[in-house]
């Protein structure tokens, strides 16, 4: 089955186009194969008639191996359709038939997969572990895993560490999938990768090496007529140049993507995304009339999205109608939609975790009543006018007094709702909420701060190990984390040294006016506090330092997780200044 699966995936297209199956081929995989080859080219209308085609075959025999694979690719076809809860009923079964059929490569991809949809369910801890047991079994067994479940995993992995925004890691694991698709003539799979690997590029900010990317999978689209993947081009390539603030250019291509994305794109959020993206092209260029409608689009397919990103997806749009409402200068809509805005920050889980530390809606009602308080005086003012003719000329002086006020006193609420709003996103963006700590986004913005100034520093990447033990409940391991942070913390100064938590186990610890031989000591110290706490004793670390003396790295932090790497093969569970 994998063998005709190597050859097809050199030229899926081709598959379609057969009008009959090998002799020797089951029909489920068959017909799964030629549904891959649909989606993949866009024809999502005929991937589904595949797709519903080869069920039949699969109810008969749901445990045999070809049943797994539609299962387990029926599952992706689950994502684009916005239908994770279905994604992750058909990743199940594809799991007991190839474990009944003890597939092994089948089942890493099944893990690969598993993570992939647990990223779009925001169930990070989940895609962690499923993307941990199929680089556990590839690093174990490297010469009988095939190529295209290597790609597989590599190409999660980088959806995983991309949603996380650790791009460092998520361009390592892109650059393997893609090194791996064209070894193999992986044009099936190659395109996917691609897509994962411009973006990454685009988030991560190298605006010349997306471009270039975008533009490749473009014409390589155009040539081969793959309509599914001239959208994913043409969309890219209008983010490069919304970044680039050619605004009038952005809207050409997000244009051209739209007819490229009939039939070929179904999935919601991608939809979502594009016209989102329309909306703020459109209003810096003052055209906010078509910035409104685009988000009108948006609103309307979020009515029907039922899914745990509709919420996140919702807060995106409301922020930049907020911010069109705002430049149009329309504030009453700018506070009703800011209103909105932070109901639905409310429901977030991780604000409301922080409910009673930031008082939304102590704000709010302070700003409801304060409203209705003028509303009142407006109302009253009204009415005295009406049965006090005599006295019109001090009504009207009274009533220019009151539209003062009320202007007034918008300009404050929507000051208010601002302040709040961008309170909660700092929380949301900046603080890591298992153990307190600051997360990635805020080094990377602090850092820039202080390379910027004329003092020294020293800073350390750690890594804890240990704390992955299976022994360990995932409840465990969160308080372990918890503990470790907070033994690091009692090893530094509050004003002066940052500690962030930059992915699972990682830690930096960036001092200024500190040198290394010192920031060392440091450590040494928190190797004590490890080994003094009974909860922690199997709990080790490695550690790289590096400091401003040393000179220009380009990406300082890239050479440090580099270092790091480099004391975990040859060093674990030390501390290496370098």
Known sequence: ???????????????????????????????????????????????????????????????????????????????????????????????????????????????????????????????????????????????????????????????????????????????????????????????????????????????????????????????????????????????????????????????????????????????????????????????????????????????????????RYTRQTLKIEADVYQAKQDLPQTIATLRTYVKFLEENDEVSKNRNQFKTNGLIETQRQRVQLVSSANTNSAQAGQSEDGTGSHDLLKAYIVIALLVVTLMVVVAYYRRSKSNLTEVLNYKDFGTGLYNRRYFVEQFEVVSNRTIDYAMALIELDGIRDPEFQSRGREEMLKLAADLILKQFRDDGDLVCRVSEEEFVILCEGMKKAVLQKRLSAFKEALREQEKLNNVSFSGALICSEEGDFGNIFAELESRLVHVKRNAPGQVVAF
């Open 1 to 311: 089955m994998l063998e005709f699966e190597a050859q097809a995936i050199e030229d899926p297209i081709k598959i379609l186009t057969a009008d009959h199956k090998p002799d020797a081929m089951n029909r489920a995989f068959w017909l799964t194969m030629k549904a891959r080859a649909a989606f993949f080219k866009g024809d999502i209308q005929a991937a589904q008639k595949y797709y519903d085609n080869a069920k039949f075959y699969v109810k008969e025999h749901p445990l045999s191996l070809s049943s797994g694979y539609w299962y387990l690719y029926r599952a992706f076809f689950s994502i684009e359709q916005g239908e994770l809860p279905k994604a992750k009923q058909y990743i199940k079964q594809a799991r007991l038939s190839f474990t009944q059929q003890k597939a092994s490569d089948l089942l890493i991809r099944t893990d690969a997969m598993e993570a992939v949809i647990a990223v779009w369910r925001e169930e990070y801890s989940l895609a962690l572990k499923s993307l941990q047991t199929a680089q556990g079994y590839i690093s174990r067994n490297p010469e009988s895993v095939d190529d295209t479940t290597k790609l597989m995993v590599y190409d999660s992995l980088t959806a995983y560490y991309l949603t996380l925004q650790f791009y460092v890691k998520a361009l390592g694991y892109a650059y393997q999938a893609q090194d791996l698709a064209r070894e193999n003539g992986n044009l099936l799979d190659g395109l996917p990768v691609k897509y994962n690997l411009c973006l990454v590029l685009l988030r991560a900010n190298l605006i010349d090496k997306a471009e270039q990317c975008y533009h490749e999978m473009h014409d390589l689209a155009h040539t081969k007529n793959l309509p599914r993947y001239e959208f994913w081009g043409l969309s890219g390539l209008g983010k490069i140049a919304l970044n680039k603030k050619e605004f009038k250019e952005a809207i050409e291509y997000f244009k051209q993507a739209k007819l490229a994305q009939v039939n070929a794109i179904i999935n919601p959020a991608h939809l979502i995304v594009l016209n989102n993206n329309m909306a703020l092209a459109y209003s810096d260029i003052k055209d906010f009339d078509k910035a409104l409608a685009q988000l009108s689009f948006s609103k309307e397919l979020l009515k029907s999205y039922d899914n745990t990103l509709n919420n």
